[in-house]
Nanobody, 122 residues
Framework: QVQLVESGGGLVQAGGSLRLSCVVS????????MGWFRQAPGKEREFVAT????????YFADFVKGRFTISRDNAKNTVYLQMNSLKFEDTAVYYC???????????????WGQGTQVTVSS
């Protein structure tokens, strides 16, 4: 059974930082690209970042470039999203996702976590 479990969300003031983690089990993690998506209340889910299976390739949504980084530790079956200079509009539930190929569309990902809430106070 494939499981993706996010953690690290919480309440932070604007300008602050959080690091999200996503631990994956039930598949060969090092074979999978990983993505982060988010969904704010009343809005559609949107792409945030993705990283290839070896970590050599990353891609970010324009609205997080320069503020967020994505990384992975294949020995720990974990992908991270470091979020700096957080803004009120970053408030959302953040989800990690896994698939064999990195992509910016959520429809391309086969496996999803349950999400972790990030709330940024202005």
């Amino acid at each position: 059974q494939v499981q993706l479990v996010e953690s690290g969300g919480g309440l932070v003031q604007a300008g602050g930082s959080l690091r999200l983690s996503c631990v994956v089990s039930g598949l060969t993690f090092s074979n999978y690209a990983m993505g982060w998506f988010r969904q704010a209340p009343g809005k559609e889910r949107e792409f945030v970042a993705t990283i290839t299976w070896r970590g050599g390739g990353t891609y970010f949504a324009d609205f997080v470039k320069g503020r967020f980084t994505i990384s992975r530790d294949n020995a720990k079956n974990t992908v991270y999203l470091q979020m700096n200079s957080l803004k009120f509009e970053d408030t959302a539930v953040y989800y990690c996702a896994a698939d064999l190929r990195a992509a910016t569309s959520g429809a391309e990902y086969a496996y999803w976590g349950q999400g972790t809430q990030v709330t940024v106070s202005s």
